[in-house]
């Protein structure tokens, strides 16, 4: 089974030695991680960012299934291109399991950016737009996607030292990735 | 030809006369509009959430296209639930169209919101991640699965004077959608 292993991982200095430990963590359970930052190119190039859109679709399309990293990035909630990634998953019928490092709720985090104001019953921000109070971790259309194409959101019971660097919820979603495990006694 | 009409604009106060208004456009061009405020259930159920999730995921099994709009929300990029449709839809190979009323690039809406570091050619946040910078209005996998799925983004000269209001960039969309204009004299 081919996992795509989606999430701003690609944004971190040292994000090849994650994807090296994140594809380790899938071959331990059986699974073949495919990390999209094999898909860089040179970045000299003028069609540079067209070539790792091409690369991570095709990754995309030749995995079975996604384990998606939507720990907070840039502001409140999880990061657009990941998510992107999700939904083309999610619409092919694919597996889709997902983490995320920050245990607050999507709410509880807006609310520590900004200050918001509560009009009959209606959570808004400083630009009056509504703040989704669902008592979800993040918009619903991301975690109902995980409840109904896979399996529901993997959060740490506290933030874990280092979001970026902690893969113990990754590590949870692989083994729901690999199934049930087999007793030994059985097999 | 219907279209599904993702955005943040359900979080609009006035959301339902956004929702009217594009409607009506997409009807001026002979398109039938799908706007999700439509799906909107009984907040006050347990699973309201859920339900809102089943009514926007089948209206856009039911669609041909959609048109997302990628104005930033809460942060320097697009919505990420309206990001979550923009792959769900591009992954069934339907007309993928958008819009973004910010005329900025990623790059530089960040730099407006946080201090960077350039360091060897590349760009970094405060936390020490990569901030992307090919020239685009945000994430690569939003931009080029516009390119590649329907057509480029569509973004304005100059920021209109009412960001979530201002419809022009939409209804260029929308022109779009309907394709060329058959002139009357060869009907």
Known sequence: MKVYLAGPDVFLPDAVDIG????AICAAYGLTGLFPLDNQVDRDRADA????????????????G??????????PGADAGTVYELGYMAAQGKLCLGYC?????????VAALT????????????QGLTVEN?????????????DLHGRPL?????????LWRDLACFEACVRLAAGPIVPAASA
Chains 1, 2 share one sequence.
Do not use: C, W
């Open 20 to 23: 090296r430990a994140k594809v």
């Open 49 to 64: 960012s067209l070539q790792i859109f091409r690369g991570n679709e095709a990754m995309m399309d030749a995995a079975d």
């Open 66 to 75: 996604i384990i998606v990293n939507l720990t907070p990035f840039r502001g």
């Open 101 to 109: 490092n920050d245990p607050r709720l999507y709410v509880e985090r």
């Open 115 to 126: 200050e918001l104001k509560s009009l009959s019953g209606i959570l808004t921000d400083p």
């Open 134 to 146: 669902f008592g979800l971790a993040d918009n619903l259309m991301m975690i109902h996607a995980l």
């Open 154 to 162: 993997i959060t740490p019971a506290a933030a874990p030292a280092d």
